[in-house]
């Protein structure tokens, strides 16, 4: 059909051209005519045949415009043509299909409006330089999509005119592809979530092996709570604080140090240092507090004239048998104090608590050691001031003297004085005295 038309309009414009030539047919022989006519049906069948291939050519050519159309609709990605100014001039399937919004179809919106507004205002201050040089480069951005949800997308682009030299205008076209990212960004997140997770999970396992090695190596409490301390403070990132325990009557702490973290502070140490603001609720709760914006808060009427300025706090009891005995408090880290932070903190409250325990278990034995060594001294000395006759003791049953070990026969009195710490003193029995003394009448009744 398309080839008919064509020679119907090459013929058309034959005639026309024959019309305008003079009349010189008259002045023509018929051999010459003759050879006119075969010119004429020769070129005639090298029309028809460059025709033909021609018409095969706008075949082909129509095939490839229609697969390239096809590709373009129904590509895994969304393609859009945008003009200088950024108006939507085109788009695929796949495009309407993640936004989903029927004004795209009816007529010509920015692209920039279909984006966040956030997102929007940034595309519409970077288009130009995009547009300038598209190879390249990525812009991420919040698509609205269907249902008024929003979905995050990737634009990559390159000029449309590649493959067109330019619109009808004769002005160049932009293609960017539009790529939903939304599931690789939400893995990329959890993916970020995760490695910091085992980031904090190692920093703080650490940290604590760190705190737990001072413990095995504690000499006196003091020592291992300073070093438990500074082992917290490098974990969290503090540069201030102290270590303090609760006074036998509960009413104060009684700092064991205190580290100012190199700022100012002219506050008597001899200032007692009582229960009360934050510190309360980390005794009274028994578990981590702090607050990021403690020059803020209620509780800086609690500090006295010279403290050192507290950005943020942070305070860890220390917990014994469920009672806490004591608290470390943590001071001006440069950033805010977290939810990870409050953890190995509470950790190192731990075992600030274990150490403590340690100490009071081991200050106990010595004082029961202590005891015990005196006792046993006591004793040794009461023994050594003692003693004692044993064994078998040869007496002789009429004079009742004693054989020693040289085989020498001893009055008993002798033998005792001599093998004893026994002091003897005489007397008289009641028989004795009847028949030595009968006229003394020692034991009349």
């Avoid at 299909?97 to 984006?115: E, M, T, Y």
């Avoid at 002005?171 to 997770?197: H, M």
């Avoid at 200050?363 to 004692?388: C, F, G, S």
Wanted: glycine share 6%; aromatic share 8%.
């Amino acid at each position: 059909m398309g080839s008919n038309k064509t020679e119907f309009s090459i013929r058309k414009k034959a005639e026309a051209i024959m019309a305008s030539l003079p009349e010189t047919l008259n002045q023509v022989d018929h051999a010459q005519i003759k050879d006119l006519i075969e010119e004429l049906n020769v070129h005639q069948i090298e029309l028809e045949l460059q025709n033909e291939e021609l018409a095969a050519v706008q075949k082909t050519l129509e095939n490839s415009r229609q697969r390239y159309v096809e590709l373009f609709d129904k590509a895994p990605v969304g393609y859009v043509i945008l003009d200088r100014i950024g108006l939507i001039k085109q788009f695929n399937t796949t495009f309407f299909n993640l936004v989903g919004q029927p004004d795209v179809r009816q007529r010509k919106i920015a692209f920039a409006d279909l984006l966040t507004p956030e997102d929007g205002e940034l595309f519409r201050a970077r288009f130009k330089a995009f547009f300038k040089a598209p190879e390249g480069k990525q812009i991420h951005a919040s698509l609205h999509s269907r249902n008024g949800q929003t979905i995050r997308v990737l634009l990559e682009g390159r000029y449309y005119d590649e493959m067109q030299a330019s619109d009808a205008s004769g002005g160049e076209e932009l293609l960017p592809s539009i790529t939903d990212v939304s599931e690789l960004e939400q893995t990329r997140q959890r993916l970020t979530l995760a490695l910091n997770d085992a980031e904090f999970r190692e920093k703080r396992i650490a940290a604590l092996l760190k705190g737990a090695r001072a413990v095995l190596k504690q000499t006196d409490f003091i020592t291992t709570a300073r070093a438990l301390f500074d082992s917290c403070s490098e974990a969290v990132g503090s540069s201030s604080g102290y270590i303090a325990l609760l006074s036998d009557d509960g009413s104060e702490n009684e700092v064991l140090f205190l580290e100012d973290g190199g700022l100012p502070c002219t506050v008597d140490p001899e200032l007692p240092m009582p229960i009360r603001g934050l510190r309360e609720d980390a005794y009274r709760k028994g578990k981590v507090v702090y607050d990021n914006q403690f020059m803020k808060s209620e509780w800086t009427r609690f500090l006295p004239e010279g403290h050192v300025a507290l950005e943020n706090v942070m305070f860890a009891p220390l917990i014994i048998e469920g009672k806490s005995v004591g608290v470390m408090g943590l001071a001006n880290k440069s950033s805010d104090f977290t939810k990870e932070d409050a953890v190995i903190a509470g950790g190192f409250g731990e075992l600030a608590a274990i150490a403590l325990k340690n100490n009071r278990i081991s200050d106990k034995r010595n004082l029961a050691e202590a005891k015990n060594k005196k006792l046993i001294q006591e004793l040794q000395d009461a023994l050594a001031k003692v003693k004692t006759l044993s064994g078998l003791i040869p007496i002789c049953s009429h004079c009742k003297k004693i054989r020693d070990d040289k085989g020498y026969w001893n009055r008993l009195e002798d033998y005792l004085d001599e093998h004893s710490d026994a002091v003897l003193s005489h007397g008289i029995c009641q028989e004795c005295s009847k028949i030595h003394y009968p006229d003394l009448n020692l034991y009349d009744d």
